[in-house]
Nanobody
Framework: QAQLEESGGGLVQPGGSLNLTCAASGFPFEFYTVGWFRQAPGKDREGISCISTLDRVGAYYADSAAGRFHISRDNAKNTAYLQMSSLKPEDTAVYYC????????????????????WGLGTPVTVSS
């Protein structure tokens, strides 16, 4: 059974950093494009960053994440990461990871689909 499990969320002050982890199991992770999404209360789910099957060979960042967030993956560990820095209150949301096989990183982030593999999310709160 395919599973994704996010961890690393929490409360952080503005300007701080958090590192999120997405652990995958039950499917051939190395062949799947992976993405990080977030959903704030009352808002649509937003694609933050997505990465192709090979680390550093094709990553997409939303404007809201560019220059502050960094996505990576370790296929040997079936794990993806999202390093977040210079966090702002507007980054407050539940962060989800997802995996799918068919799309480019940009397409995955811009056009998320419920039928992919999704984790249950980890909450991030940026507040003083």
């Amino acid at each position: 059974q395919a599973q994704l499990e996010e961890s690393g969320g929490g409360l952080v002050q503005p300007g701080g950093s958090l590192n999120l982890t997405c652990a995958a199991s039950g499917f051939p992770f190395e062949f799947y494009t992976v993405g990080w999404f977030r959903q704030a209360p009352g808002k649509d789910r937003e694609g933050i960053s997505c990465i192709s099957t090979l680390d550093r060979v094709g990553a997409y960042y939303a404007d809201s994440a560019a220059g502050r967030f960094h996505i990576s993956r370790d296929n040997a560990k079936n794990t993806a990461y999202l390093q977040m820095s210079s966090l702002k209150p507007e980054d407050t949301a539940v962060y989800y990871c997802a995996a799918q096989r068919a799309s480019t990183p940009r397409t995955m982030c811009v056009f998320p689909k419920l039928g992919w593999y999704w984790g249950l999310g980890t909450p991030v709160t940026v507040s003083s």
